[in-house]
């Protein structure tokens, strides 16, 4: 039956919800449901899991772009109906899974996937997997930087260590492009964050028509805006607002809230490099990232300073942490000092939180190392 615009409503179907994820199952993953004994990295890329009734499932991640064409779809099909009998699945850091049920069949897979030039075999154990990231200038209006390129660059560069797995511990790098912080920016070992540095502008022609005054007046953090009458272009009054560029930390939030609020800038919006944070409760507590780099221009389409900061921290780390150590749990070992002293990273006063419950951040005990790297 057809979409009938003159009767809307007619043989509409509504409230079904998601298909149920078991229709979708392997057999190999249904059989044993529930059943799983242990499991092992066979290789990068290459997991195997053993059931309780001595089946096994052999598991190929391939590493993808998460913004794909439906003709790259059709390929993953074309390699699930080929290798696993037409079952796939897409991890939570949108990498892509292919499942078979015997050893013998593996190899054949993962050289069909590398050879396809756009499925990297990789991902598992302690090494740097997809970066989980958000819609940049592709998408959404309030961006301060891309998504989709930041991520290819660095990714480029990281490459070699989506393929191996001789980190201490795996590394997960996210990105977002403002700080909305779309997905796991805030709780990752490593964050690229889009920033603006310019208070927003007022466009008093629409202001009063397009905006819920109020709406945007509590939008801000800083209780930085406040009502008041403006003039637009034909000299009118109008009811607008002012903001207190003092106090405005260029969040952004007023846009989302009002359209006639805009604060996009090409040389003011740029990258900031937080570190550290996890969502895991394996050892310690899940952690917050934490702001270390405060600003990066954006220069795309390579994004280079961006790429060498993102590189920079994963080797120091890679060369100074210790086993099963994620980045912030070697950062609060060694201190925040020593981090930015074995970085190399300019330590400036933006790094010191000044919002609300910042006193807690501040030292409040003389232990501390020297470091002759704060001039
Ligand atoms: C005006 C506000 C927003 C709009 C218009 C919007 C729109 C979208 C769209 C169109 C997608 C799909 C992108 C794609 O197909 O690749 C998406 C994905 C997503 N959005 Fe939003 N979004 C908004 C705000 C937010 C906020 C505030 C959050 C989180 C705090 C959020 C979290 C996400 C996440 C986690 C995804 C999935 C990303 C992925 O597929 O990996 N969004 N959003
Ligand atoms: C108490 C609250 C939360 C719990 C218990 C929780 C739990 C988890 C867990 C266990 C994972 C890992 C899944 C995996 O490794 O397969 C995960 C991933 C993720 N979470 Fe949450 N989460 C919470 C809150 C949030 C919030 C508030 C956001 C966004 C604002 C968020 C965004 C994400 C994203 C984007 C991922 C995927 C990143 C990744 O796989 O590493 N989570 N979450
Ligand atoms: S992080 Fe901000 S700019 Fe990026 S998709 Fe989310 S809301 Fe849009
Ligand atoms: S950008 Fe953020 S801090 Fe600045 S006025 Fe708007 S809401 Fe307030």
Not at 98 to 112: E, G, I, P, T, Y
Not at 278 to 300: D, E, G, T, W
């Amino acid at each position: 039956m057809g979409y009938d615009p003159q009767n809307p409503m007619k043989d509409r179907i509504t409230d079904i919800g998601p298909p149920h994820y078991e229709q979708f199952f392997p057999p190999v993953i249904k059989e044993n449901y529930g059943k799983w004994l242990y499991h092992e990295i066979l290789e990068p890329g290459v997991l195997k899991h053993v059931s309780e009734t001595g089946a096994e499932c052999y598991t190929v991640r391939i590493g993808s772009a998460r913004l794909i064409s439906t003709s790259l779809i059709n390929d993953y099909c074309d390699m699930a109906d080929k290798h696993c009998d037409g079952y796939l699945r897409f991890t939570t850091r949108n990498n892509v899974e292919f499942m078979v049920d015997s050893a013998d069949k593996v190899q054949a897979l993962v050289d069909d996937c590398n050879a396809h030039g756009m499925m990297p075999v990789g991902g598992t154990g302690a090494g740097v997997t997809n970066i989980v990231h958000t819609q940049g200038w592709v998408h959404c209006h309030t961006p301060a930087t891309d998504a989709s390129g930041v991520v290819k660059a660095v990714m480029d560069e990281l490459f070699d260590y989506f393929t191996s797995m001789t980190l201490p511990a795996q590394v997960r790098v996210a990105l977002a492009c403002c700080l909305n912080m779309c997905g796991a920016v805030h709780c990752s070992d490593i964050a690229i964050l889009g920033v603006h540095r310019k208070p927003p502008l007022i466009d008093n022609d629409t202001i009063t028509s397009v905006c819920e005054l109020p709406l945007a007046i509590a939008a801000c953090p800083l209780g930085a805006i406040k009502p008041a009458k403006g003039v637009n272009s034909k000299g009118e009054e109008v009811k607008s607002v002012t903001v207190n560029v003092d106090r405005c930390m260029f969040c952004g939030n007023c846009y989302t809230m009002c359209p006639s609020m805009p604060l996009a800038d090409p040389e003011g919006d740029g990258i900031a490099i937080l570190v550290g944070g996890k969502i895991s409760n394996s050892r310690s507590a899940p952690k917050f990232s934490k702001l270390v780099i405060p600003f990066l221009p954006n220069n795309p389409p390579r994004w280079p300073e961006t790429v060498e900061a993102v590189k920079n921290i994963l080797e120091v780390y890679a060369k100074d942490a210790m086993k099963y150590e994620r980045v912030g749990e070697w950062a609060e070992r060694i201190g925040w000092e020593k981090f930015f002293e074995k970085c190399n990273i300019p330590f400036t006063d933006k790094s010191i939180d000044d919002y609300r419950l910042a006193y807690d951040t501040w030292r409040t005990t003389t232990q501390f190392k020297f470091t002759s790297h704060i001039k």
